[in-house]
Nanobody
Framework: QVQLLESGGGLVQAGGSLRLSCAASGRTFSTYIMGWFRQAPGKEREFVAA????????YYSDSVKGRFTISRDNAKNTVYLQMNSLKPEDTAVYYC??????????????????WGQGTQVTVSS
């Protein structure tokens, strides 16, 4: 089991940057694939980024590739999402998630076992 807590959300102007953090409990953080998803009002939750257990591989949605960077520090039980060049369409609640699935796409909600409560990101134009 793992508990996840996101932080770092807030209000920012278009073109600005934010860095989200997700702190995980327990001793098994390095065994999880970690991902970020987001959900805008009235929209379905969508995949944003994911990172492999050792941080060797990363995955991004086309909409954020080149602007967002996911990273992890297993010694600190923390995963990060650096968001640059933010756009109003990035406005959403951002969720941290953990997966024990071997293989798979890394992009599907049903591959993730544990979820945080989310942190709000609002980008003004």
């Amino acid at each position: 089991q793992v508990q996840l807590l996101e932080s770092g959300g807030g209000l920012v102007q278009a073109g600005g940057s934010l860095r989200l953090s997700c702190a995980a409990s327990g001793r098994t953080f390095s065994t999880y694939i970690m991902g970020w998803f987001r959900q805008a009002p009235g929209k379905e939750r969508e995949f944003v980024a994911a990172i492999s257990r050792a941080g060797s591989r990363t995955y991004y949605s086309d909409s954020v590739k080149g602007r967002f960077t996911i990273s992890r520090d297993n010694a600190k039980n923390t995963v990060y999402l650096q968001m640059n060049s933010l756009k109003p369409e990035d406005t959403a609640v951002y969720y941290c998630a953990a997966s024990t699935v071997v293989g798979g796409t890394k992009t599907k909600e049903d591959e993730y076992n544990y979820w945080g409560q989310g942190t709000q990101v609002t980008v003004s134009s």
